[in-house]
């Protein structure tokens, strides 16, 4: 058993660490699985725990919950890290939880950052977990849809744990100032607003928000046993705003979407604000460059030709210069992509087209339009009646150059937005001289 040394001592370990809720009576948020009769809730009280995942963003509560049903069950609990343990520890645990479940013991399995596992490590838990060696609760602040095995994720209910709400961290932060763990043995002097800054500037985060308040009562203007916590304290401590993002994680994708989505919406304001929130989260610009060249295309078209000559040019800015002087370019295209008149046209065009592609029949490409580049393919009647537009007065032929089962099948139709407007009357004006000349 560990003895702790004479040198050792709490007040050592941060205050996240002191703070750290031993029972559900201590725990911040998550009201939605912990209030009273909640389902999570009644699980951890009876000592009724199965399979679960842990699935929320740093610092919501994921392992605290964990150490608390190590605190109230009966069974084995075992912690496991999935930073440092391989196959050939996942599998010393497996063989021994094994061994417990011959004796009628229980063996609860946690795992910390359960994504960072690969796909054979986590593999190694399955067996387990369907007979019943193993209890597994796994944490994650990515989404487990996209980062545990499925067959093992079906084997698991997954609880999903939201960014704590201002109240919340306020309530953790005073319990901090007021326990003894915390600084509840001093006197420490910091205004309400001060408290609620510090929150804000969490995110959602406890661990960010005791951290923060931690190092401005440590940095506090000391008189006597008095502390005192001053704006410009605070100011220095919460400087920067620590944006949750991970260029590989749901998150991207989220900012993604509403960055595309603000701009099909025609909103310049939150478009730039997703586009910022990007960037300074670290985003490949580049990346970003690309999204909006395709938006170009599939929410613009030609309701406004130049809305991809704008958006190319943005790439190869970025491209050229880089992070930060960028910004400015990728603001550009974005707000003139908002303001563009919209056509999705181009998309459901080639939508429609597709769909026709993989499930009609494959039918040849008429011979009036197939190539003949031998003496043997123009016996066969390749490009045979081939009419050559441009020699043609209007510039125009009734040749056929669908195949005969999608004769007269529209996919391109214009709408009247923008400059898409003479494309469908130009067209209009095409199918007019075409019915007309159909029997010629």
Not at 46 to 64: L, Q, Y
Not at 309 to 338: D, N
Request: aromatic share 8%.
């Amino acid at each position: 058993m560990y003895q702790p040394t004479m040198f050792e001592s709490e007040k050592l370990e941060p205050l996240a660490a002191r703070l750290r809720p031993a029972d559900l009576s201590e725990f911040c948020g998550q009201e939605h699985l912990l209030g009273e009769g909640k389902i999570l809730r009644r699980l951890i009280e009876n000592d009724a725990i199965g399979s679960m995942i842990f699935w929320g963003p740093p610092g919501v509560g994921k392992t605290t919950l964990a150490r608390i049903i190590a605190n109230r069950t009966k069974a084995k609990f075992i912690d496991f890290s999935a930073v440092t343990s391989g196959i050939k520890e996942i599998r010393q645990v497996m063989d021994d939880a094994e061994k417990n479940r011959r004796f009628g013991e229980k063996t609860i399995l946690f795992v910390d950052e359960i994504h960072r596992f690969n796909k054979a490590q986590q593999d190694a838990f399955l067996p387990y977990v369907e007979k019943g060696s193993i209890v597994l609760i796994g944490a994650t602040t990515e989404n487990p849809s996209f980062e545990v095995n499925g067959a093992l994720l079906s084997r698991c209910k997954v609880f999903v744990l939201h960014a704590l709400e201002e109240k919340d961290l306020v309530k953790l932060l005073r319990r901090a100032l007021e326990d003894k763990r915390g600084f509840g043995g001093e006197t420490v002097r910091i205004e309400d607003d001060l408290v609620r800054a510090i929150a804000n500037f969490a995110n959602g985060d406890a661990r960010a928000a005791l951290s923060a308040l931690e190092m401005a009562v440590l940095n506090g203007e000391r008189t006597g046993d008095v502390i005192t916590v001053t704006q410009e304290i605070v100011a220095q401590c919460i400087s920067k705003k620590s944006l949750l993002y991970d260029k590989n994680g749901e998150e991207h994708y989220n900012l993604i979407s509403a960055l595309h989505k603000s701009m099909r919406n025609s909103d310049p304001d939150a478009a730039v604000y997703w586009l910022a929130r990007m960037l300074e989260a670290g985003e490949d610009p580049l990346y970003v460059a690309r999204r909006v060249v395709r938006f170009a295309s599939e929410d613009v078209g030609l309701a406004d030709p130049r809305a991809l000559e704008t958006a190319v040019a943005a790439y190869q800015a970025c491209h050229f210069i880089g992070m930060p002087e960028c910004t400015v370019h990728l603001t550009q295209a974005v707000v003139y992509l908002s303001l563009a008149p919209k056509s999705n046209a181009l998309y459901v065009a080639y939508s429609m087209a597709r769909k026709d592609a993989l499930t009609s029949l494959a039918e040849p490409v008429p011979e009036v339009i197939r190539n003949a580049p031998t003496a043997l393919m123009k016996e066969l009647g390749y490009g045979a009646g081939y009419q050559y537009a441009h020699d043609a007065e209007d510039k125009l032929t009734n040749m056929q150059c669908l195949p005969d089962s999608l004769l007269g099948r529209e996919y391109y139709r214009p709408t009247e937005e923008g400059t898409e407007a003479k494309f469908a009357s130009r067209l209009k004006e095409i199918k007019a001289w075409k019915k007309e000349h159909e029997k010629d």
